[in-house]
Structures are given as structure tokens and as C-alpha cells.
């Protein structure tokens, strides 16, 4: 699925000078939130928090790259289905797989079973769009995927929130 | 040979002394065998054994023996160089007779510097070198200054190029004293500088497992010292500030700023004077772009300590005023972007104002007499403008000049804007910084604060009432002027009782009791002087009994409109103004406020109260049908009483038979109050019978009294608490009992606190629950099954007001019974267990991760629990689990990921966060 040289990239960063954007800041508490009896929906807002980890390549989170935005996060609550588009930094990003991966990863663990997860990259910003979407449509293959150890490991990392 | 043929004496010497500590034969004939081979390695050995046993007994030496031994050693620093290191051990030890003969220190230290090179040498040697300067820089000071110069030299050439972090610390030290205690430098000050300061700014990071222990800060605040020792240093030290200034990196930075801050504490204007606008454009860069919160504050501390030392200048009639001139420099940047319209500057600029202002009076004065004049009239002009942010600059530029007490010329005009200010200003910070300048300036000028404002702030305190009530307590500081903003706060109160009987209650309840913040506040910070004590004690306790006794009385018939002063609120409120007066003005007025108020409880004796048209009879701790208006007065009582023995059985009565919440409360804490001020309680117990246990008196009576008597630590509270556990068993009280506990371990508000004056000792939490775990565990073990949740309740509310550190220690002793706590059905219980274990989760106890296999499954299955906090709490510690050793959680990891997946789909938000983040940590522990 991966190249080996998604985590043999050598010392040299591909993009090594990304242009960081603005993180939204912390997601303000409301009153319902905070009542036993209201039920409150999982929104995009939620979803995108979820998946505020980190790049393979910079220590910096996804959103600060701009790789996710809460725009291109859908989720739709009742019918059980979330949509995330990402945006690699520079068109011929290696990492594209590796980041579709982990974030799919990411939320399989974090969503109840009953959702149906669907993430492509955003049309038009990747060379290899089609071929990287495919991937990451193949429950098979994510799968095959997890059961490599040292790719697990990688995507791992990339989901740890505990500092190094 | 060469050893035998010209050391002949000195060696015989050494052997008729050292035959007398050294008894070994063998030793000797080593001794003899290896100091004249002609090998210089086992010539080494042969000084490095009586090196060695030199730092046994350098103590026992006569003066002529060290003599002698200096002699031998110092010759021996000519010999091959691999003897080298055991004889500078040897002289080291030397170093540390008492008995050095005057002239040794000199010819060492000659014979050392010019027959060593010591930067060839090893660290160990390298150290010892320094050991010898620091041994013989402190016995021998006047010897050492002797050598002049060639000393600072010789101790330049031995540290020059130095590595070793340790050593290093050691040279800053000898450099350090070398300065400190007047050492001539010579030509060579800017060597000895140039040595040191080469390691500036130090970039050290310590190896991980660093035996040693030294950090990079050691190294900067030794470096530190040295470089600053002295004006002398000035000239190169101030040009390198300004270089290492412009460096990228952060530390650097920093930490030219602050060497820079403690430097000009030493030095004097002509020292800085070359250097300041160089600093000074280094400094305003700084402030302008960085965006570094600590750089700034450090730039801006360096700026405060620039100006400081320029205003301790002596100015000579014909030298130029240092100050001034900087000063000039600094207005000319700053200056013009307070006015300018793009406003990105106005704070960086109003921030180096405020420093160099705080500096001195000097300097303060110079700068507001330019820059004050302008803001004012500024402000005044564009008031219309919302975004203004040159009324922030005068708040804050205003309240440092005020201060710093030189702000003279306090007018009509910036009384206006003041007034203005503090009427108007939205920003949080702004008016902060206002009411803190208006309260500082009334200090200095109460004639004008009495004349102006507070006659403006009385026209407007019904229009903007909360900035009204605010402005005059800030302002009340000085006496004359509590004696004018009382009575406006007293009158606010006066006409919400009036207002009551024309209908219009506009006054709201807030107001009220921000009303009585205010007075409380005033009684925090006036001056104690009779005058305002008089002013608290005879004018404005009894006009606040008086009211409220009026309101209790009148609403009494008039079913109508309720006053605001029989809320519980505003009541509340009323207490801390009474007692604060107490505690803090006039004893012996405080004195007559307590009896007074003794007696109008306790005999209905209303003389002292104004307006005095009472009826004659009052009785107010004897409840009358439901006249709680009455009855809930008693909370008044809490801030000021006198202890008679008539009152506590009032009060007794009164707290377990009353049914109104705030009247057996307060009376309850008053009483507790008293129990515990009393120096006869055990008197007083004696005459007090409990009695049988009524709902009130368990909630909260009995363990206000045990609370009592357990913070002085008198022996009579076991009696009571002992009661309050035995009563844990009971089917109807049992759980309120449990309850009881929680009040008894909290920290009191009101009445047992210190603040007023109760007596509280020290750490009687920890006392009680080292007392009492074991009677507690006792009792949940011989419990029967429904009544074990009582114990649970009452060890969790024990164990939760427990200091954390206290708690981690004992908590593996009670860990069976609270991991039984966390199966018992009551939300409460679990909860308060929950957020003991959960500190204690970070750092497992051996006896925790034995019972691991009990505590997943009921920490799984609390999450599911009913009440939302309950999942929350347990869901954070089943991810405080994670984090245990992953042979001792990898065999629970398939469940805690199986059960963790339902959380993820809770209702509630808040949950889902904690449930994602906990089964993150679970897939991420154990790859």
C-alpha cells in the first residue's frame, strides 16, 4: 500500500518550510453541553477536533498546516456516515497515503461502529489523487495495512498525543 | 640519583616525621625504593603515595615540615611530566595547612604558573589546580595581592580555554572572588574579561544521567556574577550586550537582558554613558517585534534598571544630565505613536514608558510632565471614538506615575477624565488599572477626592450604580475620605428601604450586596484610626442592624412587596462588613459593638440604634410561628458576639429546632463560633447535654461543634464525632451523618476560619483522618450490607478534603474500601472516589496494580453510569491507566478497548472527548 519510503525519507524533509496557519483555539463549553438530559449530536466540529494530530514529517498538527479544515469535515449524525477531505501541502506529497491512513485510523478508533468513514483528498491538490483515494477506500487493504507492525507503529506516532 | 644527591635533607626529613603516622614498614622501604628510581613512573607513584597520605594528615603538620614538603613538591613540578599530578594533589593538600609559612602561597602559586601549563593537563588536575587558587584565595588574601597582577595573569593563562562545565563553575568562582575582594587587575583587565566572557552566553545542556547535577542555570548565574562584579568591566561588557542582542536565539536574548539588569546596578552613568542609545535601540527593537512574552518583560526590566541608574546619578555643574538625555531619547520614539492613528504601537510604546517611569521619581516626573498632558487632552477630544485606545495608555501609563507618588499636579481636568474613566470604560483591564490610580491619587490628594469626586460620583451613583459602589471603596483609603463615602453607601441602603413603600424597588438584590462589599472592602483597607473607627462601630453597624431589623419587622405585616434587605444574599453580605470591623478597627470600640449586639439579640435592647422607633419587646432568637424574617437575623451575629452562657442555649435551641435553613445554620456556625473561642469549652460542654438527635442537629449543629472543638484539638471532640460515627449505622440518619463529615473536614467560610480569629490549628485533617481510618474501616466491616454504603460515603468525604500528598501516601492502606466505594450505587460516593484515585493513578502504588483486574471492571462499569460527571471522572481514569506499565495493562487491553467503544457513541459531548481520548492512549500504549 505504502512505499517504503513513507518512513525511509531519509533526513531530508520534503517541505521543509510549510506555511503554518492559525489553530481555531479550543472549542467553547455551552450550558446544554453541560446538562445531563440533552443530547447533544456529533457534529463537525467534534470530528475535526478529533483529528487535530500530528504530520509524519513536521511537529506540527494537521490543522496548523492547513491539511484539515472544519469545511471540508461532514458528518452526519443520524445516517452514521462522515466524509473528511485533506489537503496534502504540496501537490507530490509522499505522505499523502500515510496521512489519509491515519486519519482513517484515527477515526475508526475514535467513531462508534456504525459509521461508515469515507476520506479522499481534496479534488485537484494531489498528483496521485485517484490512486491515493482508491487506497483509502479499500477496507482490504487499510486493513492488510494495520496487520504491517512497523506501519502501524508509524501511523501510531503520528496519532500520539503524548510528547516525545 | 638525581633525587638522592640534592634532596638529601628534606627527604631525610620526611622519613623521621612520616615514621611517626606511618608505622607500616613496608610503606616506607616502598617509599624510599620508588622516589629515587630512576624511572619516573614509579617516581610517580612514590609522590602519589605521599600525596595520598598528605590529604590524610595535611592537620598534624608543623610549619617547618611544610616548609620543607612545599620545597620538595615544588621542585618536583620540574621533574618528568608524569609526575606532575599526584604532586599538585599533594600541594593541594598542602594548600589546606594552617600552618603555611608566610611567603609559601607566593612561591607555590610562582612555581605553579610557571612550570605548569594547566590547560594540557587532565580535567581531574585542571580542578585541583583551582582547588588550590580557592584554598589559598581564602587563607591567604593579603599574600596573593602581594603577587599583583601576576596572579589575575597566571590564573587568566591557567583557564584559558577551559571545557569541563565543572571546572568551569570553579574558575567563574576564583574569577568571581578575584573581583569581589579588590584583587589589583593590572593591564589585564580586559584578559580576565575576555577569558570569561567567551563562554557568554552559556549554551550547555547537561548529558542525560548527568551525575553531577549541574544545569546550565548554575553555569549562567556564576558567569553572571563575574561578568557584573565590576564597572570595570563596563566597556567590553555592554558592547558584547548589544551584539549578543541581536542574536536569533531566544536564550541568548534573554540572557543578555538580564545580565544587562544586574550589571547597571553596579555601575554609574559615565560607565553607561557611551553605550545608551546602542542599548536603547536594542531595547526598543526588542519590545517592538519580539513576540515573546518573557523577552519582553525582561527588556522592559532592563529598561526600569537603565533609568535607575542613571537617576542615581551626581550631576557637576558643567557634566550633562545623563538621565535626561535618555529620557529625550526615548520620549522622541515612544512618544509619537501614543497619538497616532494606526494604533499597532501604542502598547509596546506605553509599556517602555511605564518601565523607564517606575524607575524613579526622577524619571516618572520627566516622563509624565511630557507625555500626561497630551493623553489627557487626547482622551477628552476623541471620546466619540469607541476604539480608542489612548484612554487604556493614560490608565496605565497614569496608574505607575501615581505610584510612584510623583504625579503633583492632579487638576479639575484629570479629575474629569478620571471620573469619566471609571464611570464609563468597558475594557476589564482599563478599568482595573483606573480604579487602582483613582484609589492611589485619594491617598494623596483626599481634599480633592472629598471636594470633586465624590460629589460627582454621588450625583451619578443611581444612574451607573455597580461603577459608582466600586469607585467610592476604591477610593476610600484615607480616613477624611471614608468619612465622606460612607455615608453616599450608607444613603444607597437607607433608599432601597424607603423605596420599598413608594413601590419602585430599583434597587436590585446585586446592588445591595455590592453595596456591602463596598463598605467591606473599606473596613479591609482603611487606615485604623479612631476616627474611622467610630465612624464603622457607632455610624454604620447599627444603622445596618437598625435596617434590617426594620425590614424584618415591617414585612411582617405587609404581605406586599419583599425588601432586598431580608434576603439571604444581602445578609451574607452584611456579615463580613461586621466583622471585618471587628477584627480590624478599634478593640475596645469592636468591644462595645459585640456586647451591644449581644444584648439586642439576646435582651431586645434596641438603644443604640438610630431611627429608634422599635417596638420594646423584641425577641429574636425565640422563633414565633414562621417568622424566619426574624429569626434569620442571628446570621448577623456570626461577625461580632460576646460569649454568655444564656446565649448558647438560645442558640443551641435555636439551631435544632428552627426549621428555617439560614437561621439554624447561622445559628449553628455562631455557636460553633463561640465553642471554639471560649477558653472554658469543656465548661460549657458540660453544661450542654446533646440532644436527642433531631434531623437539624445532625445535618449540621453536632458537626459544626465537633468542627469546633476538632480545629483547637480539644479532647471533647472525639465525644462528638465518635457520636457522629456511631450514628452511620442508623437506617434514617445514617446517610446525613455520612454527610455531616463533609462539612466537618471543609474549610469554613465564615466563622471558624482565621480570618476570624478562630482558633485553627494546623493540619487537623490530617489529624482527624489518622484518628479515625481505622474506626472507620472497622465500622464498614462490621456493618451490615446496607449500611456499608454510609461508610463508604463518609470515607470519601473524608478522604476527598485530604491534602493530595496525604492522600497518595494513605490511600493504599484504604484502597479495598474504595474500590468498594466504586460499585456503591450512590452517584456522590462514586464521584468523590473517583477524584481521589485519579491523582493517584499517575504514580501507582505496588498494592494498586495487584487489585488491577478489580479496578478496570469497575471503572468500565462506571461508565456507563447514569450521571454524566460519573462517566466523565471514570473515563479519565481508565486513561490515567493507560500509563501503567504495559506488562501489567496489556492483558486488560482487548476489553478496555472492547468497552470503551460504547462511551464513544455517549450522548453527552463532554464524554466522548474523554472516551476518545482514553481508547487513543489504550490502542497508542501497548503497539
Redesign the interface.
Given at each position: 500500500l505504502v512505499g517504503g519510503g513513507a518512513m525511509s525519507g531519509g533526513t531530508r524533509l520534503e517541505n521543509a518550510n510549510p506555511v503554518i496557519f492559525q489553530r481555531s483555539g479550543e472549542r467553547q463549553l455551552t450550558a446544554s453541553e453541560e446538562d445531563d438530559d440533552v443530547h447533544d449530536p456529533i457534529d463537525d466540529r467534534e470530528i475535526f477536533d478529533i483529528l487535530s494530530i500530528n504530520d509524519p514529517e513536521h511537529p506540527l498538527s494537521l490543522e496548523e498546516l492547513n491539511v484539515v479544515e472544519q469545511v471540508r469535515v461532514k458528518v452526519d449524525d443520524a445516517g452514521s456516515t462522515v466524509g473528511v477531505e485533506f489537503t496534502p501541502t504540496i501537490p507530490h506529497c509522499s505522505m499523502a497515503t500515510l496521512i489519509g491512513l491515519s486519519i482513517k485510523v484515527k477515526l475508526l478508533r475514535s467513531l462508534p461502529d456504525r459509521f461508515k468513514i469515507d476520506v479522499h483528498i481534496t479534488p485537484g491538490t494531489h498528483a496521485s489523487e485517484d490512486a491515493v483515494n482508491k487506497q483509502l477506500a479499500d477496507k482490504e487493504r487499510v486493513a492488510a495495512a494495520l496487520e504491517n507492525s512497523s506501519l502501524l507503529e508509524v501511523v501510531n506516532q503520528c496519532l500520539s498525543t503524548r510528547s516525545v | 640519583m638525581y633525587l638522592l644527591s640534592t634532596h638529601k635533607d628534606p627527604e631525610l626529613f620526611l622519613w623521621s616525621r612520616l615514621n611517626e603516622f606511618l608505622c607500616t614498614l613496608h610503606i616506607i622501604l616502598h617509599f624510599r625504593l620508588s622516589l629515587t628510581s630512576s624511572q619516573p613512573h614509579t617516581r610517580a607513584r612514590g609522590v602519589q603515595l605521599l600525596s595520598e597520605v598528605l590529604q590524610e594528615c595535611y592537620g598534624d603538620l608543623t610549619e617547618r615540615e611544610v616548609e620543607v614538603l612545599i620545597a620538595f613538591y615544588e621542585n618536583r613540578l620540574k621533574d618528568h611530566y608524569v609526575i606532575t599530578p599526584p604532586v599538585l594533589r599533594g600541594l593541594k593538600a598542602l594548600t589546606k595547612c594552617t600552618v603555611l609559612p608566610p611567603g609559601s602561597a607566593v612561591s607555590m602559586l610562582r612555581s605553579l604558573f610557571q612550570d605548569v601549563h594547566v590547560q594540557s593537563l587532565m580535567l581531574a588536575e585542571r580542578a585541583c589546580v583551582y582547588n588550590m587558587l580557592i584554598n589559598l584565595m581564602e587563607t591567604r588574601e593579603a599574600e596573593l595581592k602581594g603577587l599583583g597582577a601576576d596572579f589575575v595573569f597566571g590564573f587568566v593563562q591557567s583557564m584559558d580555554g577551559e571545557r569541563d562545565p565543572r571546572n568551569l563553575l570553579l574558575a567563574f568562582q576564583i574569577a568571581k572572588t578575584i573581583i569581589s575582594r579588590g584583587y589589583d587587575l593590572g593591564k589585564f583587565t580586559e584578559e580576565l574579561f575576555e577569558v570569561t566572557s567567551c563562554y557568554f552566553p552559556i549554551d550547555f545542556t547537561p548529558p542525560p544521567n548527568d551525575p553531577h547535577g549541574i544545569t546550565k542555570e548554575d553555569l549562567i548565574q556564576m558567569l553572571r556574577a563575574v561578568l557584573t562584579g565590576t564597572p570595570k568591566f563596563a566597556e567590553f561588557l555592554l558592547p558584547l550586550i548589544i551584539e549578543k542582542l541581536d542574536s536569533d536565539v531566544q536564550s541568548a536574548k534573554l540572557d543578555s537582558l538580564q545580565t544587562l539588569t544586574v550589571c547597571v546596578s553596579q555601575y554609574e552613568h559615565k560607565d553607561l554613558a557611551e553605550f545608551l542609545e546602542g542599548l536603547w535601540v536594542s531595547i526598543r527593537r526588542e519590545v517592538f517585534q519580539t513576540s515573546s512574552e518573557r523577552i519582553e518583560s525582561a527588556c522592559l526590566a532592563a529598561l526600569t534598571a537603565l533609568t535607575s541608574c542613571l537617576s542615581r546619578s551626581v550631576l557637576s555643574s558643567e557634566s550633562e544630565d545623563c538621565l535626561s538625555t535618555f529620557l529625550d531619547l526615548v520620549l522622541k520614539d515612544c512618544k509619537h505613536h501614543l497619538s497616532e492613528p494606526d494604533l499597532k504601537l501604542v502598547w509596546p510604546s506605553a509599556k517602555l514608558l511605564q518601565a523607564s517611569c517606575s524607575a524613579s521619581i526622577r524619571a516618572s516626573h520627566v516622563i509624565t510632565a511630557s507625555v500626561m498632558p497630551n493623553i489627557v487632552e487626547q482622551y477628552n477630544s476623541r471620546t466619540q471614538v469607541k476604539d480608542d485606545r489612548s484612554c487604556k495608555v493614560i490608565a496605565f501609563i497614569g496608574m505607575t506615575c501615581i505610584v510612584q507618588r510623583s504625579f503633583v499636579n492632579y487638576d479639575a481636568v484629570l479629575n474629569e477624565t478620571i471620573m469619566r474613566l471609571l464611570l464609563t470604560e468597558d475594557d476589564d483591564r482599563v478599568c482595573l488599572a483606573v480604579v487602582e490610580c483613582a484609589g492611589a491619587l485619594a491617598e494623596l490628594h483626599p481634599v480633592v477626592f472629598i471636594t470633586k469626586m465624590i460629589p460627582g460620583l454621588k450625583t451619578e451613583i443611581f444612574s451607573v450604580r455597580q461603577r459608582c459602589l466600586s469607585a467610592l471603596a476604591a477610593v476610600s483609603v484615607h480616613p477624611s475620605v471614608v468619612q465622606e463615602s460612607t455615608p453616599v453607601l450608607l444613603e444607597v441602603l437607607m433608599r432601597v428601604f424607603h423605596l420599598l413603600f413608594s413601590g419602585s424597588v430599583n434597587f436590585l438584590v446585586e446592588e445591595v450586596v455590592l453595596a456591602c462589599r463596598s463598605l467591606q472592602r473599606i473596613a479591609e483597607q482603611v487606615q485604623d484610626t479612631e476616627e474611622t473607627g467610630r465612624c464603622f462601630h457607632e455610624v454604620i453597624i447599627p444603622r445596618l442592624l437598625g435596617l434590617t431589623l426594620q425590614a424584618a419587622l415591617q414585612d411582617e405585616g405587609s404581605s406586599g412587596h419583599r425588601s432586598p434587605l431580608v434576603e439571604e444574599a444581602v445578609l451574607s453580605a452584611m456579615v463580613p462588613v461586621i466583622s471585618t470591623s471587628c477584627s480590624r478597627l478599634q478593640p475596645q470600640l469592636a468591644e462595645q459593638t459585640a456586647s451591644r449586639a449581644t444584648s439586642l439579640f439576646l435582651n431586645g435592647d434596641v438603644s443604640f440604634l438610630p431611627d429608634n422607633s422599635f417596638p420594646s419587646h423584641i425577641q429574636l432568637l425565640k422563633q414565633q410561628g414562621s417568622t424566619w424574617r426574624q429569626s434569620q437575623m442571628v446570621c448577623l451575629l456570626m461577625g461580632c458576639v460576646h460569649c454568655r452562657n444564656e446565649l448558647l442555649s438560645e442558640l443551641e435551641e435555636m439551631s435544632c429546632t428552627c426549621t428555617h435553613t439560614l437561621s439554624y445554620t447561622s445559628a449553628a456556625k455562631c455557636f460553633a463560633g463561640l465553642i471554639n473561642k471560649s477558653l472554658q469549652g469543656a465548661l460549657v460542654l458540660q453544661v450542654f447535654n446533646l440532644r436527642p438527635s433531631s434531623r437539624y442537629s445532625i445535618v449540621f449543629f453536632n458537626p459544626q461543634v465537633a468542627k469546633a472543638l476538632l480545629v483547637r484539638y480539644h479532647p471533647l471532640s472525639t465525644t462528638l464525632t465518635d457520636k457522629l460515627f456511631s450514628l452511620l449505622d442508623n437506617t434514617d440518619l445514617g446517610s446525613m451523618a455520612a454527610d455531616g463529615f463533609s462539612l466537618l473536614m471543609s474549610d469554613s467560610a465564615d466563622v471558624l476560619n482565621r480570618a476570624c480569629h478562630a482558633d485553627v490549628r494546623i493540619m487537623y485533617r490530617q489529624r482527624f483522618f489518622s484518628e479515625n481510618s481505622a474506626k472507620l474501616v472497622q465500622g464498614f466491616n462490621a456493618a451490615p450490607q446496607e449500611k456499608k454504603p454510609n461508610y463508604l460515603k463518609a470515607l470519601s468525604n473524608i478522604v476527598n478534603k485530604l491534602p493530595k500528598q496525604v492522600q497518595v501516601t494513605e490511600l493504599p492502606a484504604l484502597l479495598s474500601l474504595l474500590l468498594e466505594a466504586l460499585s456503591c450505587p450512590d452517584g456522590g460516593v462514586q464521584l468523590s472516589t473517583l477524584s481521589c484515585l485519579e491523582p493517584v493513578l499517575a504514580d501507582p502504588p505496588a498494592a494498586l496494580i495487584q487489585q488491577l483486574e478489580a479496578l478496570v471492571s469497575r471503572l468500565l462499569a462506571l461508565t456507563s453510569s447514569?450521571?454524566?460527571d460519573v462517566r466523565i471522572a471514570s473515563l479519565r481514569c481508565i486513561h490515567a491507566l493507560s500509563r501503567f506499565p504495559v506488562h501489567e495493562v496489556l492483558p486488560f487491553r482487548a476489553q478496555v478497548l472492547r468497552a470503551l467503544?460504547r462511551p464513544?457513541?455517549d450522548?453527552?459531548?463532554?464524554v466522548?472527548?474523554e472516551a476518545?481520548?482514553a481508547?487513543?492512549?489504550w490502542?497508542?500504549g501497548s503497539?
Amino acid at each position: 500500500l505504502v512505499g517504503g519510503g513513507a518512513m525511509s525519507g531519509g533526513t531530508r524533509l520534503e517541505n521543509a518550510n510549510p506555511v503554518i496557519f492559525q489553530r481555531s483555539g479550543e472549542r467553547q463549553l455551552t450550558a446544554s453541553e453541560e446538562d445531563d438530559d440533552v443530547h447533544d449530536p456529533i457534529d463537525d466540529r467534534e470530528i475535526f477536533d478529533i483529528l487535530s494530530i500530528n504530520d509524519p514529517e513536521h511537529p506540527l498538527s494537521l490543522e496548523e498546516l492547513n491539511v484539515v479544515e472544519q469545511v471540508r469535515v461532514k458528518v452526519d449524525d443520524a445516517g452514521s456516515t462522515v466524509g473528511v477531505e485533506f489537503t496534502p501541502t504540496i501537490p507530490h506529497c509522499s505522505m499523502a497515503t500515510l496521512i489519509g491512513l491515519s486519519i482513517k485510523v484515527k477515526l475508526l478508533r475514535s467513531l462508534p461502529d456504525r459509521f461508515k468513514i469515507d476520506v479522499h483528498i481534496t479534488p485537484g491538490t494531489h498528483a496521485s489523487e485517484d490512486a491515493v483515494n482508491k487506497q483509502l477506500a479499500d477496507k482490504e487493504r487499510v486493513a492488510a495495512a494495520l496487520e504491517n507492525s512497523s506501519l502501524l507503529e508509524v501511523v501510531n506516532q503520528c496519532l500520539s498525543t503524548r510528547s516525545v | 640519583m638525581y633525587l638522592l644527591s640534592t634532596h638529601k635533607d628534606p627527604e631525610l626529613f620526611l622519613w623521621s616525621r612520616l615514621n611517626e603516622f606511618l608505622c607500616t614498614l613496608h610503606i616506607i622501604l616502598h617509599f624510599r625504593l620508588s622516589l629515587t628510581s630512576s624511572q619516573p613512573h614509579t617516581r610517580a607513584r612514590g609522590v602519589q603515595l605521599l600525596s595520598e597520605v598528605l590529604q590524610e594528615c595535611y592537620g598534624d603538620l608543623t610549619e617547618r615540615e611544610v616548609e620543607v614538603l612545599i620545597a620538595f613538591y615544588e621542585n618536583r613540578l620540574k621533574d618528568h611530566y608524569v609526575i606532575t599530578p599526584p604532586v599538585l594533589r599533594g600541594l593541594k593538600a598542602l594548600t589546606k595547612c594552617t600552618v603555611l609559612p608566610p611567603g609559601s602561597a607566593v612561591s607555590m602559586l610562582r612555581s605553579l604558573f610557571q612550570d605548569v601549563h594547566v590547560q594540557s593537563l587532565m580535567l581531574a588536575e585542571r580542578a585541583c589546580v583551582y582547588n588550590m587558587l580557592i584554598n589559598l584565595m581564602e587563607t591567604r588574601e593579603a599574600e596573593l595581592k602581594g603577587l599583583g597582577a601576576d596572579f589575575v595573569f597566571g590564573f587568566v593563562q591557567s583557564m584559558d580555554g577551559e571545557r569541563d562545565p565543572r571546572n568551569l563553575l570553579l574558575a567563574f568562582q576564583i574569577a568571581k572572588t578575584i573581583i569581589s575582594r579588590g584583587y589589583d587587575l593590572g593591564k589585564f583587565t580586559e584578559e580576565l574579561f575576555e577569558v570569561t566572557s567567551c563562554y557568554f552566553p552559556i549554551d550547555f545542556t547537561p548529558p542525560p544521567n548527568d551525575p553531577h547535577g549541574i544545569t546550565k542555570e548554575d553555569l549562567i548565574q556564576m558567569l553572571r556574577a563575574v561578568l557584573t562584579g565590576t564597572p570595570k568591566f563596563a566597556e567590553f561588557l555592554l558592547p558584547l550586550i548589544i551584539e549578543k542582542l541581536d542574536s536569533d536565539v531566544q536564550s541568548a536574548k534573554l540572557d543578555s537582558l538580564q545580565t544587562l539588569t544586574v550589571c547597571v546596578s553596579q555601575y554609574e552613568h559615565k560607565d553607561l554613558a557611551e553605550f545608551l542609545e546602542g542599548l536603547w535601540v536594542s531595547i526598543r527593537r526588542e519590545v517592538f517585534q519580539t513576540s515573546s512574552e518573557r523577552i519582553e518583560s525582561a527588556c522592559l526590566a532592563a529598561l526600569t534598571a537603565l533609568t535607575s541608574c542613571l537617576s542615581r546619578s551626581v550631576l557637576s555643574s558643567e557634566s550633562e544630565d545623563c538621565l535626561s538625555t535618555f529620557l529625550d531619547l526615548v520620549l522622541k520614539d515612544c512618544k509619537h505613536h501614543l497619538s497616532e492613528p494606526d494604533l499597532k504601537l501604542v502598547w509596546p510604546s506605553a509599556k517602555l514608558l511605564q518601565a523607564s517611569c517606575s524607575a524613579s521619581i526622577r524619571a516618572s516626573h520627566v516622563i509624565t510632565a511630557s507625555v500626561m498632558p497630551n493623553i489627557v487632552e487626547q482622551y477628552n477630544s476623541r471620546t466619540q471614538v469607541k476604539d480608542d485606545r489612548s484612554c487604556k495608555v493614560i490608565a496605565f501609563i497614569g496608574m505607575t506615575c501615581i505610584v510612584q507618588r510623583s504625579f503633583v499636579n492632579y487638576d479639575a481636568v484629570l479629575n474629569e477624565t478620571i471620573m469619566r474613566l471609571l464611570l464609563t470604560e468597558d475594557d476589564d483591564r482599563v478599568c482595573l488599572a483606573v480604579v487602582e490610580c483613582a484609589g492611589a491619587l485619594a491617598e494623596l490628594h483626599p481634599v480633592v477626592f472629598i471636594t470633586k469626586m465624590i460629589p460627582g460620583l454621588k450625583t451619578e451613583i443611581f444612574s451607573v450604580r455597580q461603577r459608582c459602589l466600586s469607585a467610592l471603596a476604591a477610593v476610600s483609603v484615607h480616613p477624611s475620605v471614608v468619612q465622606e463615602s460612607t455615608p453616599v453607601l450608607l444613603e444607597v441602603l437607607m433608599r432601597v428601604f424607603h423605596l420599598l413603600f413608594s413601590g419602585s424597588v430599583n434597587f436590585l438584590v446585586e446592588e445591595v450586596v455590592l453595596a456591602c462589599r463596598s463598605l467591606q472592602r473599606i473596613a479591609e483597607q482603611v487606615q485604623d484610626t479612631e476616627e474611622t473607627g467610630r465612624c464603622f462601630h457607632e455610624v454604620i453597624i447599627p444603622r445596618l442592624l437598625g435596617l434590617t431589623l426594620q425590614a424584618a419587622l415591617q414585612d411582617e405585616g405587609s404581605s406586599g412587596h419583599r425588601s432586598p434587605l431580608v434576603e439571604e444574599a444581602v445578609l451574607s453580605a452584611m456579615v463580613p462588613v461586621i466583622s471585618t470591623s471587628c477584627s480590624r478597627l478599634q478593640p475596645q470600640l469592636a468591644e462595645q459593638t459585640a456586647s451591644r449586639a449581644t444584648s439586642l439579640f439576646l435582651n431586645g435592647d434596641v438603644s443604640f440604634l438610630p431611627d429608634n422607633s422599635f417596638p420594646s419587646h423584641i425577641q429574636l432568637l425565640k422563633q414565633q410561628g414562621s417568622t424566619w424574617r426574624q429569626s434569620q437575623m442571628v446570621c448577623l451575629l456570626m461577625g461580632c458576639v460576646h460569649c454568655r452562657n444564656e446565649l448558647l442555649s438560645e442558640l443551641e435551641e435555636m439551631s435544632c429546632t428552627c426549621t428555617h435553613t439560614l437561621s439554624y445554620t447561622s445559628a449553628a456556625k455562631c455557636f460553633a463560633g463561640l465553642i471554639n473561642k471560649s477558653l472554658q469549652g469543656a465548661l460549657v460542654l458540660q453544661v450542654f447535654n446533646l440532644r436527642p438527635s433531631s434531623r437539624y442537629s445532625i445535618v449540621f449543629f453536632n458537626p459544626q461543634v465537633a468542627k469546633a472543638l476538632l480545629v483547637r484539638y480539644h479532647p471533647l471532640s472525639t465525644t462528638l464525632t465518635d457520636k457522629l460515627f456511631s450514628l452511620l449505622d442508623n437506617t434514617d440518619l445514617g446517610s446525613m451523618a455520612a454527610d455531616g463529615f463533609s462539612l466537618l473536614m471543609s474549610d469554613s467560610a465564615d466563622v471558624l476560619n482565621r480570618a476570624c480569629h478562630a482558633d485553627v490549628r494546623i493540619m487537623y485533617r490530617q489529624r482527624f483522618f489518622s484518628e479515625n481510618s481505622a474506626k472507620l474501616v472497622q465500622g464498614f466491616n462490621a456493618a451490615p450490607q446496607e449500611k456499608k454504603p454510609n461508610y463508604l460515603k463518609a470515607l470519601s468525604n473524608i478522604v476527598n478534603k485530604l491534602p493530595k500528598q496525604v492522600q497518595v501516601t494513605e490511600l493504599p492502606a484504604l484502597l479495598s474500601l474504595l474500590l468498594e466505594a466504586l460499585s456503591c450505587p450512590d452517584g456522590g460516593v462514586q464521584l468523590s472516589t473517583l477524584s481521589c484515585l485519579e491523582p493517584v493513578l499517575a504514580d501507582p502504588p505496588a498494592a494498586l496494580i495487584q487489585q488491577l483486574e478489580a479496578l478496570v471492571s469497575r471503572l468500565l462499569a462506571l461508565t456507563s453510569s447514569p450521571a454524566m460527571d460519573v462517566r466523565i471522572a471514570s473515563l479519565r481514569c481508565i486513561h490515567a491507566l493507560s500509563r501503567f506499565p504495559v506488562h501489567e495493562v496489556l492483558p486488560f487491553r482487548a476489553q478496555v478497548l472492547r468497552a470503551l467503544a460504547r462511551p464513544l457513541d455517549d450522548k453527552k459531548r463532554l464524554v466522548r472527548n474523554e472516551a476518545v481520548q482514553a481508547r487513543g492512549e489504550w490502542y497508542d500504549g501497548s503497539c
